[in-house]
């Protein structure tokens, strides 16, 4: 595990070193509806108590950079953020994913990009019950990216996806290129 941790750390440096002869970095921030983790724990009934079974889900939080390979790739670390639970908080869980994640350019014009993609890495989950927690693992996650478009105004992108995974079913955000 340590072996791949470090060969990650040094693929991503000679990444970056690549990325700045060209200069096309980006920077991103995205609000996501639905994970798979929700989606999962909601269809075995395991958001539930015996006090509530109402839901609340937070907007799964995702953040990343990408380094702009050739005309056609893009590659970089991603993160997100998924919270869900039980309305009044008895049940809920908590999931950090880190992983690596590549888009594949399909089209691109001044105003627009089309792409599609896809993650893969490890996911933190934590369960907790009346506060306290209750299990804590780590699992692979992944998202697949069926189809995105990046509307550009200048250096920021607005960014919308449509996929499946621990980020969402379907995520918004804004990009910064630089």
């Not at 609340?56 to 919270?83: E, M, Q, S």
């Not at 691109?108 to 804590?136: H, I, N």
């Not at 069926?146 to 995974?165: E, H, P, Q, S």
Request: aromatic content about 14%; glycine content about 8%; overall charge positive.
């Amino acid at each position: 595990m340590v072996k791949k941790i470090c060969l990650s750390f040094l693929l991503i440096v000679s990444m970056i070193s690549y990325g700045q002869q060209q200069r096309k970095f980006s920077f991103y921030v995205q609000g996501g509806y639905k994970s798979s983790g929700y989606i999962k724990e909601s269809a075995h009934n395991e958001i539930a108590s015996a006090k509530e079974t109402a839901h609340h889900k937070c907007i799964v939080l995702n953040a990343g950079f990408l380094i702009k390979l050739g005309p056609k790739w893009r590659i970089g670390p991603a993160f997100t953020y998924d919270h869900f639970g039980t309305k009044h908080r008895s049940v809920e869980f908590s999931n950090l994913s880190y992983m690596l994640r590549c888009d594949r350019i399909w089209k691109e014009t001044k105003t627009y990009s089309l792409y599609s993609g896809c993650s893969f890495g490890a996911k933190k989950v934590r369960q907790f019950e009346d506060e306290t927690e209750m299990a804590k693992y780590v699992n692979p996650a992944y998202q697949v990216y069926l189809a995105g478009i990046d509307l550009k105004l200048n250096r920021f992108l607005i960014d919308v996806n449509a996929g499946y995974g621990v980020a969402g079913v379907l995520n918004v955000g804004l990009k910064y290129r630089f």
